[in-house]
């Protein structure tokens, strides 16, 4: 295997799992929110999640909600939880190498997308999608690149909210050249390329801009300027110069690093204890799970993980908004 496509998987590919000292909410720090399992085969992989939902919850629709990398769905329980509050079911699972699921490693980016497909066609073939007269989906990051894109395969997708993503793979690629990630060279960049397309080569030629200019669905697209993690230069900003659909909705945020649904004070809090002790550990502290535990136990998770209330009032709005 060549160099560049062991320094990808070095940065990238790999199972991400709960280390067990950091504190991811569920459905029980929730009173009354209930949850019904949902599990589905993408490739040789079986994936497991949950529909959550509160009584009372609107029962023609239906939020799939795509996480990150680097977690599982558990890590945006505070979200999911949000919006459940607000009337909706939601679907949420880990991907394919994450959490609770299967799966030596992610195997490549567009795994995310080719995990979402799995899920709804899961949900035809079973008769679960029936039910729903209105689906959305949700995604931040890798899980906004799912959510942006899945409209081109799936036509009965009403809306789609992506939060600090990226509008293709390519795109993505291009930054590791030229962005945050600028120190991979063109060859070493045209490996990973090829690396991901040889794996889902349909899923690797979509973009969510051609869903955006077919109007496929509608869109609500967020990022803050200061991302740290996918460029705001090759997110929201690629989409708005390329976009010819003038009927997408932009919220665009200039403090929130990777995060524009967490408040201002969230995103400063996580970046400080996340920051500190990703420095310590690099410095040889917190060897052991024991110490990695001791070190969390003093963090406050319920203000890291404190949503924005403008932003949801935003999103919220533009789902309850009647698709015409």
Known sequence: MSVAINLFKKLFIHRYDDGGYIKYFCADDFEGLKKD?????????????????YDGYREDELIIFCHGIGGGHLSYMTEIELLCKNGYKVLAYDNTGCFESEGESI?????????????IKTMKNDGTYKKFNHVYVIGHSWGGYAAGNIANFHNDIEKAVVISSFPSVSILLEELQGGVFGFLKKPIVQ???????EHFPQFFASSSIDAINNKKAKYLIAHSKDDNMIAFKYGLQYVKEHCKNED???LIYQDRKHNPNYKADAVAYMNEVMGKFNIEVRLGKYKTLEAKKAYFEKADFIRMTRQDEDFWSQVLEFLNKMTE
């Open 37 to 53: 399992s949902f599990s589905f085969m993408s490739g040789d992989n079986l994936l497991k999640g949950n529909f959550y939902y």
């Open 107 to 119: 195997i490549c980016i567009t795994q995310a997308l080719a995990d979402l497909d799995n899920a």
């Open 191 to 197: 490996k990973i390329a090829c690396y991901e397309k």
């Open 248 to 250: 997408v909705k932009y």
